[in-house]
Nanobody, 129 residues
């Protein structure tokens, strides 16, 4: 199992970035996928979940309305589109596979916040004011 993030960088407040998580080593739609982030001195925060089998998504309050998660199943890729970035969004962003495999409708809602055990290496997002 391998998850590889890319797309991080430095942007101005109000700017946008799109993160990519490339997944390999298992059947793509057999698990949901979550994005997490960790800012310096803060606990890791789960910010989104997507269940590829049905397209269900869920977001934390801190990013809802600004971030959008989507999947490109034929390429085993999950995207996190981040718009209207704020200084508080500065963090290392990780994609992660949940502990439990997809088990049916409303997976993200049922298991939020999702517990994950397979992680990417992370990608840094810096937001400058």
């Amino acid at each position: 199992v391998q998850l590889v993030e890319s797309g991080g960088g430095s942007v101005q407040v109000g700017g946008s970035l799109r993160l990519t998580c490339a997944v390999s080593g298992y059947r793509f739609d057999s698990y949901a996928l979550s994005w997490f982030r960790q800012a310096p001195g803060k606990e890791r925060e789960g910010i989104s979940c997507i269940a590829m089998s049905e397209g269900e998504t869920r977001y934390s309050h801190s990013v809802k309305g600004r971030f959008t998660v989507s999947s490109y199943s034929s390429k085993n890729i999950v995207y996190l589109q981040m718009n209207d970035l704020k200084s508080d969004d500065k963090a290392v962003y990780y994609c992660a596979r949940p502990v439990s495999s997809y088990s049916g409708p409303y997976y993200c809602q049922k298991f939020w916040p999702v517990e994950a055990d397979r992680w990417g290496q992370g990608t840094q997002v810096t937001v400058a004011s």
